[in-house]
């Protein structure tokens, strides 16, 4: 893992620029730099494909902004769909810094907290202290650069018993005039009985130059809470995303993450899940659209802790031209964690000769009186279904285009926020009919964005 050197030599030249004044944060970075030292001489772990592995994603020399400059974003230019508006609390992360709009500050419910992690690490030490990192760990490379290099993000609290009825939107927009790497955290928090719906979009505005988004999220699901996050990636072939989560889950607690990659450049998707609550019920899924030279890479390890828990998995890929796709999952199965019933499922469609999968579901089971599946399959469009359609006179290229969303329609059905799902059903439409697709609720920018 010699690609971390660069940044760590930059790190230990400006540790006072990196300084937040949140303890909370500024505690942490010690912990991340040894972390990675020792990652230094360590041999990078295996991905299915170089390109998307750790070491690779972080060789470039990448620019970070120490300086805290502040970039400038046409809301206007970057969101330019046709899809009806979503009514949500808007909060736009610029690169690494967090802007809220005047919609966020002025409509946020009682209970609700959406903010700067760095501010609330200052106003709120003991709801930020106990559990900024705590599931992170610096377990992974990349995660520990981010603890390194944080300079802000994103926290989000729901208070015990409090259900706010509109979902909390973060739009992540990159814009620099020259390389940069932004290291993007995300705390969600949600207390006994809370519920709260995220939906998270990626966007590139400046499609001309190379980004590194290197992300952390932490969740958070008190007992009896409920927790939805839905991701859209709607990025350029230029940039790069290492997303890492991490969740816990409490007794009685419901987590569901649909994470959606309509393009990008290169992903690295991995979602780590520690159900330690009896009576928990996790829903993870999501679907991939790439084509050309693009690669997209997910790894999942549900770790099932306790009794009489359910999970479900279904990550479905449509891969075109040269495009490369990965998945890899794990179920867990501890002892004692009797009655528990999971599957995982991933579903690949090839759709051209270049294009390329490796997939790996497995299951690890250490007791008894469980009910665990999982399977993958690898194939292409149905001729005889091509055949039929044609018969009926349907063009080619249509009945191609329609068999494709079909194909996904199951992944989009799971989402149970129906606004978000008519959103994505309408933007894999777009997608695969050849459109710039983008998720953004501010069609037309929300001019009281804070700048």
């Known amino acids: ?41 360590a041999k990078a772990a295996r991905t299915p494909y170089a390109e998307s592995s750790d070491e690779a994603l972080l060789a470039p020399d990448y620019g970070i902004n120490v300086g805290r400059l502040s970039f400038p974003v046409d809301l206007t230019a970057t969101f330019h769909c046709e899809v009806p508006n979503i009514s949500t609390l808007l909060g736009v992360t610029v690169n690494d810094s967090f802007r809220p709009t005047e919609t966020l500050l002025r409509q946020l419910p009682e209970g609700v907290t959406v903010c700067s992690l760095v501010k609330a690490a200052r106003e709120y030490p003991e709801l930020v202290g106990s559990r900024l990192n705590a599931l992170a760990a610096d377990s992974t490379p990349a995660a520990a650069l981010n603890t390194l290099l ?24 990159f814009n620099a005039g020259t390389s940069l790497l932004a290291a993007r955290r995300l705390l969600v928090v949600a207390e006994e009985g809370a519920k709260v719906c995220l939906l998270v979009c990626d966007h590139t505005q400046n499609r001309e130059v190379d980004y590194l988004s ?59 899940v520690d159900v330690i609550g009896q009576h928990a019920d996790t829903t993870l899924g999501g679907l991939v659209i790439a084509d050309g030279t693009q690669i997209v890479d997910s790894t999942v390890r549900l770790n099932h802790k306790e009794s009489d828990c359910r999970s479900r998995q279904l990550f479905k890929y449509a891969l075109f031209e040269d495009a490369r796709g990965a998945f890899g999952g794990k179920i867990v199965v501890s ?4 009655r528990t019933d999971a599957s995982q499922t991933n579903r690949n469609l090839l759709a051209s000769e270049g294009a390329r999968m490796a997939t790996a579901p497995q299951l690890e089971i250490y007791c008894d009186d469980v009910k665990c599946s999982h399977g993958a399959t690898v194939g292409q469009l149905d001729p005889r279904a091509l055949f039929y359609m044609q018969t009926r006179g349907i ?32 933007l894999v439409e777009k997608r695969l009919g050849g459109e710039r697709a983008s998720c953004a609720s501010c069609g037309a920018g929300d001019k009281n964005c804070s700048r």
């Open 335 to 338: 002892e004692g964690a009797v």
């Open 395 to 426: 063009p080619e290229a249509e009945a191609r285009l329609m068999l494709t969303q079909a194909f996904m329609t199951d992944v989009i059905d799971s989402i149970s926020y129906d606004i978000v799902r008519d959103r994505l059903r309408q």
């Open 214 to 272: 290197d992300e952390v999220i932490e969740v958070f699901a008190g007992r009896d809470a409920s927790v939805e996050l839905y991701s859209i990636e709607e990025s350029s072939a230029r940039t790069r995303r290492i997303c890492r989560l991490f969740a816990r889950q409490e007794q009685g607690s419901t987590l569901t993450v649909n994470s959606n990659t309509l393009s990008c450049g290169v992903t690295s998707n991995s979602y780590t």
């Open 1 to 41: 893992m010699e690609s971390l050197r660069q940044y760590i030599d930059l790190y230990k030249g400006n540790r006072e620029a990196f300084d937040t004044g949140a303890p909370a944060v500024d505690s942490l970075k010690a912990g991340a730099l040894g972390a990675l030292e020792a990652f230094l001489g």
């Open 150 to 173: 944080l300079q802000d993000g994103v926290f989000v609290h729901v208070a015990a018993g409090v259900r706010p009825e509109r979902p909390v939107q973060l739009v992540n927009i």
